[in-house]
């Protein structure tokens, strides 16, 4: 059972769990479930993406969300979704120590269609290779 509370933390079967501290991108792992939205817009950062971490999986979008928060996982990449799909995800993920946003770096919920989710200290490297000149088409 995966819970949190605002402020006091996310809990994988009662145990406080926490992101990784991965800090170098080539090192780390990405869960991803559903891309095709994201993909139409962001193929070529996500071929960077893809290319410059050291191992990638496929999960369902909750999966994902748990490898991060509790540090098997450094980077989530989800599909479109509504924000009922991801309000839960978004304190989850914070609770436990990460940033969750959208792909091009927006935090506020209302306007997330597609999420990523970082262990934070990855966060910007990810959005800014997602957002680069090369990287959107």
Known sequence: LLTAIQNKGTFLN?????VSNQKKLEKSHLSYNGINYPLQKYTRGLKRLFSAVESRSSLSWIETIVHVCNGTADISLGGKGGIWEFAAAKI?????????????????????????????????????????????L
Do not use: C, M, W
């Not at 009662?14 to 926490?18: A, E, L, N, S, V």
């Open 14 to 18: 009662g145990k406080r769990i926490r």
């Open 92 to 136: 989850i993920v914070e609770e436990a120590g990460g940033i969750f946003t959208d792909y091009s770096g927006n935090p506020k919920f209302s306007q997330i269609r597609a999420p990523v989710a970082t262990n934070g200290l990855l966060h910007n490297e990810v959005i800014e290779i997602l957002n680069t000149l090369e990287g959107k």
